[in-house]
């Protein structure tokens, strides 16, 4: 079975560091782009960037330039976000996504970041 | 706001046909880009719905069916049942954003 199975709930301060992943099974994980996407309380989807694990190739919207990093390790078939200082407006669900033709055909089931003091 | 516009809400009786807009530029759905579109259930992951505008997953019932039209694209749901009341997204690509995608803003489908 195709899918992507991501890192548990965080519960972080105001200027701590995080590392959530994304791991792949059931398929090739260094033929497809993982897209991450973000969903803020009560809001929509927001495409965040997609990295293509097979080379690290990264691609960023211009929202989320500089305020994460994106990166992979094909040897253990698993996509990272990270961020060096979070924010209290980073809250939110994260999800990571396989990218097939353009289609994100299948999700993981999604990280929930709680940022508070 | 999103390159994407979506209504933020629709809404209809069990049994009957509801429709749901997602309207781009000439730089997205009007430049040649095909639309997706995905289901969010309450509490759960994005699923898609639709891609290359009109087609179906495997396992996705052909109540919804999607189309477009210049810069625009549509989901339709007929034969509306209490479990389709979810979030809806139609997704995208835009000229200007070197292969990264856009979504709409989503919206809400309530089953009166």
């Known amino acids: 079975e195709e899918q992507l199975v991501q890192s548990g709930a965080e519960v972080k301060k105001p200027g701590e560091s995080l590392k959530i992943s994304c791991e792949g099974s059931g398929y090739t994980f260094t033929n497809y782009w993982i897209a991450w996407v973000r969903q803020m309380p009560g809001k929509g989807l927001e495409w965040m960037g997609i990295i293509y694990p097979g080379d690290s190739d990264a691609r960023y919207s211009p929202s989320f330039r500089g305020q994460v990093t994106m990166s992979a390790d094909k040897s253990i078939s698993t996509a990272y976000l990270q961020w060096t200082s979070l924010k209290a407006s980073d809250t939110g669900i994260y999800y990571c996504?396989?990218?097939?033709?353009?289609?994100?055909?299948?999700w993981g089931q999604g990280t929930l970041l709680t940022v508070s003091s | 706001q999103s390159v994407l516009t979506q209504p933020p809400s629709v809404s209809g009786a069990p049994g009957q046909r509801v429709t749901i807009s997602c309207t781009g530029s000439n730089s997205n759905i009007g430049a040649g880009y095909d639309v997706r579109w995905y289901q969010q259930l309450p509490g759960t992951a994005p699923k898609l719905l639709i891609f290359?505008?009109?087609n179906r997953p495997s396992g996705v019932t052909d109540r919804f069916s999607g189309s477009k039209s210049g810069t625009s694209a549509s989901l339709a749901i007929t034969g509306l049942q209490a479990e389709d009341e979810a979030d809806y997204y139609c997704q995208s690509y835009d000229t200007s954003l070197n292969d990264v995608g856009v979504f709409g803003g989503g919206t809400k489908l309530t089953v009166l």
């Open positions: 290359g505008s009109t």
């Open positions: 996504a396989r990218r097939k033709n353009g289609d994100l055909d299948f």
